[in-house]
């Protein structure tokens, strides 16, 4: 560091530390900008919005919006055909055991921050999960990974100090 003579203990007390903070920040700040939760607040949610929002779309689409509360609810539209969790410091527990998979991809996107998701779907329908998580992790805890090919559901999880899971 310029004006400071080098040693290992300015290395070790000083730099090491920096250069963790701005590593960390910057990461912070990469995702941050990409994360639609945050651009939603940015661009200015009403304060109904920002306690707690859930709602059916119809025709089996979900949208759940989520701060600091929590749902625990059961799907019971015939066909489950995808839709879009975000969850900041709260837990949902969504029950898909009484719907089915329309044929083809259905996707469900879920974002949480310090927060936690659980899905439960029937032991027959084939998920691939997608993780792009920063200290969390999205899992799959069934045992198998079901039968159906003409029908797949697509979890898109984007996590940060969060954690959720599917199971049957």
């Known amino acids: 560091v310029i004006g400071m003579p080098y040693s290992n203990t300015t290395f070790h007390d000083i ?3 920096i250069i963790i903070i701005i590593v960390g920040l910057s990461l912070i700040a990469h995702h941050s900008c990409h994360c639609r939760i945050c651009k939603r607040h940015i661009n200015g949610w009403d304060r109904h919005h920002l306690q707690h929002s859930h709602k059916d779309k119809g ?14 609810e059961i799907f019971l539209e015939p066909v489950f055909r995808g ?8 837990g949902i527990k969504l029950d898909l055991r009484k719907t089915n998979l329309p044929e ?12 936690n998701v659980e899905i439960i779907v029937p032991e ?8 792009d998580s920063i200290l969390g992790k999205f899992e ?8 159906y090919i003409d029908r797949k559901l697509v979890v898109q999880s984007n996590i ?3 954690g959720g899971n599917i199971r049957c």
């Open 140 to 147: 799959d805890k069934r045992s198998g990974n079901g039968m």
């Open 160 to 162: 940060i100090l969060s």
């Open 15 to 17: 730099l090491w530390p």
């Open 83 to 90: 839709g879009e969790i975000n969850n900041i410091m709260g």
């Open 124 to 131: 027959d329908w084939y998920i691939e999960v997608s993780v």
């Open 104 to 115: 083809g991809v259905t996707t469900l996107e879920v974002n949480i921050i310090c927060g």
């Open 59 to 72: 025709n089996g689409w979900i949208d759940y919006d989520l701060i600091m509360n929590g749902i625990d």
